[in-house]
């Protein structure tokens, strides 16, 4: 089992909800979440797909037009947070001073350096990763950045992580087209992709570059196929990924990048979190032919 053998979660959903956690609960108890931290002095940050929500609130409209898991269907699952490794243990201390139960430390959850909660009344989990995101194709480091936005991590980060994975999935494609529109491309941090910082962590990989400039691609391959975009919508994403593209594109690579593209997908270029049978589908361009 998960959970230790003295402790119990009884799920109480209210029955108004009819089984469906409302997004609206996610959003104010991540928020809720970070404050606490905040008032004991831990960095902690929202990311992942509520965090993609939580930074792209003017563009709700779009949002529930696009519906990331459909638009009867319950938008989240989880909360993924990043701190610092010197937090780790206060973060431990705050999550069960506010009534969540810390599932049990496994093989998977220390090799990936997570910590995972229970919400007190079982609605539903969180994961706390330290330092790196681990559970990655391309693992990105966190350390220096988390100062620089509240209550998530930057757009900048939220790019990064979303673009980096191989078995590229629809929940993951809608993220980005929310994200892109609503922020810009530009070299600055606030409310910005700082696609100069992006540029520079994929010049000197790659794996990573390849990745990202693929499902970057394969976005733009795809709006025409995604349901409830408007042409203004296509217009101004179009955009964003060529310039996304192009300066990505244009960032002089390390002689370590140049002789790794010698190989190619020859050799794998990604850490393969997927099972062998989702990486199979090769991510973006599965989505392509539906």
Do not use: C
């Given at each position: 089992?998960?959970?230790?053998?003295?402790?119990?979660?009884?799920?109480?959903?209210?029955?108004?909800?009819?089984?469906?956690?409302?997004?609206?609960?996610?959003?104010?108890?991540?928020?809720?979440?970070?404050?606490?931290?905040?008032?004991k002095d831990i960095l902690l940050r929202v990311m992942g797909g509520l965090g993609v929500k939580l930074h792209s609130l003017n563009q709700e409209e779009l949002s529930k037009r696009i519906g990331r898991l459909g638009k009867e269907k319950q938008e989240f699952t989880d909360i993924d947070f990043m701190?610092?490794?010197?937090?780790?243990?206060?973060?431990?201390?705050?999550?069960?001073?506010?009534?969540?139960?810390?599932?049990?430390?496994?093989?998977?959850?220390?090799?990936?350096?997570?910590?995972?909660?229970?919400?007190?009344?079982?609605?539903?989990?969180?994961?706390?990763?330290?330092?790196?995101?681990?559970?990655?194709?391309?693992?990105?480091?966190?350390?220096?950045?988390?100062?620089?936005?509240?209550p998530t991590v930057t757009v900048t980060d939220l790019f990064l992580e979303k673009t980096q994975i191989v078995n590229f999935s629809e929940k993951d494609l809608k993220d980005v087209v929310l994200l892109l529109?609503?922020?810009?491309?530009?070299?600055?941090?606030?409310?910005?992709?700082?696609?100069?910082?992006?540029?520079?962590?994929?010049?000197?990989?790659?794996?990573?570059?390849?990745?990202?400039t693929t499902n970057l691609k394969g976005i733009k391959k795809l709006l025409n196929k995604i349901e409830g975009l408007k042409e203004e919508d296509k217009q101004d994403l179009n955009n964003k990924l060529s310039q996304a593209l192009k300066k990505i594109d244009e960032k002089p690579k390390t002689m370590k990048w140049k002789m790794r593209a010698k190989v190619g997908t020859r050799k794998r270029w990604y850490n393969p979190v997927e099972t062998d049978e989702t990486v199979g589908g090769f991510g973006i361009w599965r989505l392509m032919e539906k």
């Open positions: 089992m998960w959970l230790k053998r003295e402790e119990k979660i009884e799920v109480e959903i209210p029955p108004e909800w009819q089984g469906i956690i409302p997004s609206q609960v996610f959003m104010e108890e991540a928020k809720k979440i970070v404050e606490e931290a905040s008032k701190s610092y490794r010197k937090h780790r243990k206060k973060v431990e201390e705050m999550f069960k001073a506010i009534g969540y139960i810390k599932r049990k430390t496994t093989l998977s959850s220390a090799a990936s350096e997570r910590q995972i909660y229970f919400h007190p009344k079982g609605w539903f989990y969180v994961d706390v990763f330290y330092d790196k995101l681990l559970v990655a194709n391309h693992p990105i480091d966190f350390r220096g950045r988390l100062e620089l936005d509240y529109r609503a922020h810009n491309i530009g070299e600055t941090e606030k409310e910005t992709v700082n696609i100069e910082y992006v540029s520079n962590i994929l010049s000197k990989d790659w794996g990573f570059y390849y990745t990202v």
